[in-house]
C-alpha cells in the first residue's frame, strides 16, 4: 500500500497506552503516515471535535477524516461520546468506526444503533490487528468517498 497522506487526520480515541501504542505502530507499518491525533477519554475527544478546552484554538470546520473510537474510556464512555457525535449536525456524518476489545453484543448492537460506520474487534495477535488496520486505513482513507467537510 503507498503512502496514504493529503491531510486526513485520524482521531484515534484510545485510554490504554499499550493499545494506542500498538495501534500507532500498525498504522506506521502499513505506511499510513496521516497525522494521528490521539485523546485519551471521552471528554477530550468531543473537546477536540467541538473545538473546546485545550483545542478551543483548533478550526472547528477542519474534521478528522476518521475516528477510531475505543469504547472503554475513562469520563465519558465510546458510546456516549459517539451519541453526542451524532447529535450534532456538524459532525453528525462524520466518519466513526468502533476499535474496540469488548466483545459484549450489547455494545455492538448500541454501537450501530448510535450510527457507527464500523465496529471492529481488536484482534489479540499483533500480525491480525496490524493487518486489520492495514485495512481500515485503505478502506477509509483511500477507497471511501466522504461527504464533504462542509456538510458535516
Do not use: C, H
Request: net charge negative; aromatic share 6%; no cysteine.
Amino acid at each position: 500500500m503507498g503512502n496514504l497522506t493529503d491531510k486526513k487526520v485520524i482521531l484515534l480515541v484510545e485510554d490504554n497506552p499499550d493499545d494506542l501504542e500498538l495501534t500507532m505502530r500498525a498504522l506506521r507499518q502499513n505506511n499510513i503516515v496521516n497525522e494521528i491525533v490521539s485523546a485519551q477519554d471521552g471528554v477530550e475527544a468531543l473537546d477536540y471535535l467541538f473545538s473546546r478546552g485545550a483545542y478551543s484554538q483548533r478550526a472547528l470546520d477542519d474534521m478528522p477524516e476518521v475516528v477510531l473510537l475505543d469504547l472503554k474510556l475513562p469520563k465519558l464512555d465510546g458510546l456516549e461520546v459517539l451519541r453526542q457525535i451524532r447529535e450534532d449536525e456538524r459532525t453528525t456524518l462524520l466518519p466513526v468506526i468502533i476499535l474496540t476489545s469488548s466483545k459484549e453484543e450489547s455494545d455492538m448492537l448500541q454501537g450501530y444503533r448510535l450510527r457507527a460506520n464500523s465496529y471492529i474487534r481488536k484482534p489479540v495477535d499483533f500480525i491480525q490487528f496490524a493487518e486489520a488496520i492495514k485495512q481500515v486505513g485503505l478502506y477509509w482513507l483511500v477507497l471511501n468517498e466522504a461527504p464533504p467537510k462542509s456538510k458535516y
